[in-house]
């Protein structure tokens, strides 16, 4: 049987406030339980294609279909500054869909997958940046999501966090999208790479584990740089031939 495509864009086209260009009709696919890396210059735009798969931001052309209406959720990197003085059980709360009698149960279950122990009314603010981080998880989690994003999830975490983390995606069989500047854990799980060019604006997919495909990426952008001389070097020389026939005539 055929894996299935959980995401996909066909088409896609985005500007940021409707002036920077983004994605240029852009289509990619995403399959059922995929580990992909999203990579991308600074001011690429990954953050806002994590935004148009979960549906803040509208495309301005293109497609973004999600197989049989799934559901996403992010672990952002960051607390917002209103939820400090929630209560852990408040804090997840507010993302639990299910039934009032099944909430203390499922926040347990999250708190053990992020390896955190915490009294359910203890106030956000006394946790640390790390721990911070591992609720920030532990929110998405326990929306029990088809695709999970994380936007740099061991910013905050320390190597047992991130261990723990790694463990995680290894076994999960969730679809997840990452965004991480740390090799290292990139690569402990990484199936595949979502790479989103600042030039072109486009997404080239590329297959593999994290450091072969980062090699991949390199000989490809050395190889465009090289052409990228070649024309402007062309270009130069048509321009002082046109100059010396000007001058002539």
């Known amino acids: 049987m055929a894996e299935s495509v959980v995401l996909r864009f066909d088409r896609v086209s985005y500007e940021y406030d409707h002036g920077k260009p983004i994605l240029d009709e852009v289509s990619f696919s995403v399959r059922r339980g995929a580990k992909i890396t999203l990579m991308g210059q600074n001011g690429a735009g990954k953050s806002s294609l994590f935004k148009l798969i979960m549906g803040e931001m509208k495309p301005e052309s293109g497609r973004i279909s999600l197989d049989n209406n799934a ?42 997958i992020v390896h955190l122990k915490a009294s359910f009314d203890r106030t956000i603010r006394d946790f640390s940046g790390g721990q911070q981080a591992r609720l920030l998880l532990a929110y998405a989690l326990i929306q ?4 999970l994003l994380l936007d740099e999830p061991t910013n905050n975490l320390d190597y047992l966090g991130i261990e723990h983390l790694k463990d995680f995606l290894i076994h999960s069989d969730k679809t997840c999208i990452v965004i991480s500047h740390d090799a290292d854990f990139l690569n402990s799980f990484t199936e595949g790479v979502l790479y989103l060019d600042v030039h072109t604006h486009q997404i080239e997919q590329y297959t593999g584990n994290y450091y072969d495909v980062v090699e991949q990426i390199k000989v490809t952008i050395e190889k ?19 100059n010396t026939f000007a001058n002539k005539g």
């Open 224 to 242: 465009a740089e090289r052409e990228n001389v070649r024309l402007e070097r062309t270009i130069k020389e048509k321009k002082e031939q046109a």
């Open 71 to 112: 559901t996403v959720a992010i672990a952002k990197q960051v607390m917002d500054r209103e939820k400090l003085d929630y209560t852990v059980e408040q804090f997840l709360a507010e993302a639990f869909s299910g039934k009032d009698y099944e909430l203390r149960p499922r926040i347990i279950d999250v708190l053990n």
């Open 144 to 147: 029990d999501p088809d695709i």
